[in-house]
């Protein structure tokens, strides 16, 4: 009876072996395939990481705001307004809208540095759109801004989703250091070069002006801000005769200037001031927007000796704090009312055409 319950107990024992055998088997090779995946996983990861990444938006900073210029003039002109002027190294939008009267008595160029392209003031397209109804036509020309932003390149998706594993691979691997260099010196050679902004801005006014004169406009008064007066100018004022200038006629491309003092954070210098207010004949407006608290009148003083310095036969000041804001639409603004009295004061038509 002893022997029958060992032999039992012995064929219980080797049953149960077997057993664990068998489910250690089946798990073992569960597990082995997840060592390995599968090959399409790998082909559709390798893909990935070699897809090339996708083409910029734009191709410069120059390409993007001539984009978002067309819709931003777009949105505020009609289609007939919009004229394109060529210069050296680049085409430019312009906005231009003739007089509305049986004769054009002149222009008024207005010029601009925005901070942002589509950011045009709304009391410069204020006299744009209006002063025509007077019988003075306006160009309207944005100008390349002081302080530009780069263009964002785009990155591939794909790219961005490759494994970790693979990228600090990468990482840790010592790159070639002449294959780098080479395409570093390819892509340098390939790049466009860096064209000065004053260079930009003398380009664009020079075609502004040009553009006129054909139009047969040659009694303009040109309206700049402060962060691009001294460039715009510098050119304008090579072209003046002072020998034959006289009281009421100034013989060049420009019979009166309005300065604007838009940007708060560029302040004319002394020696920019000097410049500017350097052709003692040429009337000049000069605006300032801000309340008149103790940094501008300090400003303003300095802009006031300047000209004083500078034997400016015509110069005056204009503070408009405390108007209320102007609109689009606004035909009798006293900025606007301001600025045409300016106009038909200073630049009667009395132009010298020829030159």
Same mark, same amino acid.
Request: glycine share 4%; charged share 20%; aromatic share 6%.
């Given at each position: 009876?002893?022997?029958?319950?060992?032999?039992?107990? @012995?064929?219980?024992?080797?049953?149960?072996?077997a057993a664990?055998l068998?489910?250690?088997?089946?798990?073992?090779g569960?597990? %082995?395939?997840?060592?390995?995946?599968p090959a399409?996983?790998? @082909? *559709?990861?390798?893909?990935?990481? @070699?897809?090339?990444?996708?083409?910029?938006?734009?191709?410069d900073?120059?390409?993007?705001d001539?984009?978002?210029?067309?819709?931003? +003039?777009?949105a505020?002109a009609?289609?007939?307004?919009?004229q394109?002027? %060529?210069t050296?190294n680049?085409?430019?939008?312009s906005?231009?809208?003739?007089g509305?009267?049986?004769?054009?008595?002149g222009?008024?160029? !207005?010029?601009?540095?925005p901070?942002? =392209?589509?950011?045009?003031?709304?009391?410069?397209?204020?006299?744009?759109?209006h002063? =025509?109804?007077?019988?003075w #036509?306006?160009?309207?020309l944005?100008?390349?801004a002081?302080?530009?932003?780069?263009v964002? %390149?785009?990155?591939s998706?794909?790219a961005s989703?490759a =494994?970790?594993?693979?990228?600090?691979?990468?990482a840790?691997?010592?790159?070639p250091?002449?294959?780098?260099?080479a395409?570093a010196?390819?892509?340098?050679?390939?790049a466009?070069?860096v064209?000065?902004?004053?260079t930009? !801005? *003398?380009?664009?006014?020079?075609?502004?002006?040009?553009?006129?004169?054909?139009?047969?406009?040659f009694?303009?008064v040109l309206?700049?801000?402060?962060?691009?007066?001294p460039?715009?100018?510098?050119?304008?004022y090579?072209k003046?005769?002072?020998?034959t200038?006289? #009281?009421?006629?100034?013989?060049g491309?420009?019979?009166?200037? !309005?300065?604007?003092?838009?940007?708060?954070?560029e302040?004319?210098? /002394?020696?920019?001031?000097?410049?500017?207010?350097?052709?003692?004949?040429?009337p000049?407006?000069d605006?300032f +927007?801000?309340?008149d608290?103790?940094a501008q009148?300090e400003?303003?003083?300095?802009?006031q000796? %300047?000209?004083?310095?500078?034997?400016?036969?015509?110069?005056?000041?204009?503070?408009?704090?405390?108007q209320?804001?102007?609109?689009?639409?606004?035909t009798? @603004?006293?900025?606007?009312? /301001?600025?045409?009295g +300016?106009?038909?004061?200073k630049?009667?038509?009395?132009?010298?055409?020829?030159?």
């Amino acid at each position: 009876m002893r022997y029958g319950n060992r032999c039992w107990q @012995s064929t219980l024992k080797f049953t149960l072996a077997a057993a664990c055998l068998t489910l250690s088997s089946v798990g073992f090779g569960q597990n %082995e395939p997840a060592a390995n995946p599968p090959a399409t996983e790998a @082909s *559709a990861s390798s893909a990935a990481s @070699s897809a090339p990444p996708e083409k910029p938006l734009y191709a410069d900073a120059v390409e993007r705001d001539n984009a978002l210029l067309v819709k931003a +003039f777009t949105a505020i002109a009609k289609a007939d307004e919009l004229q394109w002027l %060529e210069t050296p190294n680049e085409k430019v939008l312009s906005l231009y809208k003739a007089g509305e009267t049986r004769k054009t008595k002149g222009v008024l160029l !207005i010029i601009h540095a925005p901070e942002s =392209p589509q950011l045009w003031p709304t009391n410069l397209d204020n006299l744009r759109r209006h002063l =025509p109804l007077s019988g003075w #036509g306006t160009m309207a020309l944005p100008l390349p801004a002081k302080y530009s932003t780069a263009v964002p %390149e785009r990155t591939s998706s794909s790219a961005s989703s490759a =494994p970790a594993e693979s990228t600090e691979a990468a990482a840790a691997s010592p790159a070639p250091t002449e294959p780098v260099a080479a395409a570093a010196s390819s892509s340098s050679s390939s790049a466009k070069p860096v064209i000065p902004r004053e260079t930009l !801005i *003398a380009e664009r006014v020079e075609a502004a002006v040009a553009q006129l004169n054909k139009l047969g406009q040659f009694n303009l008064v040109l309206l700049v801000d402060n962060s691009s007066a001294p460039d715009a100018l510098a050119g304008l004022y090579k072209k003046i005769n002072a020998g034959t200038t006289t #009281g009421d006629t100034v013989d060049g491309p420009l019979q009166a200037l !309005i300065l604007v003092n838009l940007q708060d954070q560029e302040p004319l210098t /002394k020696e920019q001031l000097a410049a500017i207010f350097s052709v003692s004949a040429l009337p000049v407006m000069d605006v300032f +927007f801000r309340v008149d608290d103790s940094a501008q009148k300090e400003l303003r003083r300095t802009h006031q000796a %300047e000209a004083m310095r500078k034997d400016l036969k015509d110069y005056q000041q204009l503070i408009l704090p405390i108007q209320p804001p102007v609109t689009l639409d606004d035909t009798k @603004s006293f900025w606007l009312t /301001k600025i045409h009295g +300016f106009m038909e004061r200073k630049a009667e038509g009395n132009e010298v055409k020829g030159r």
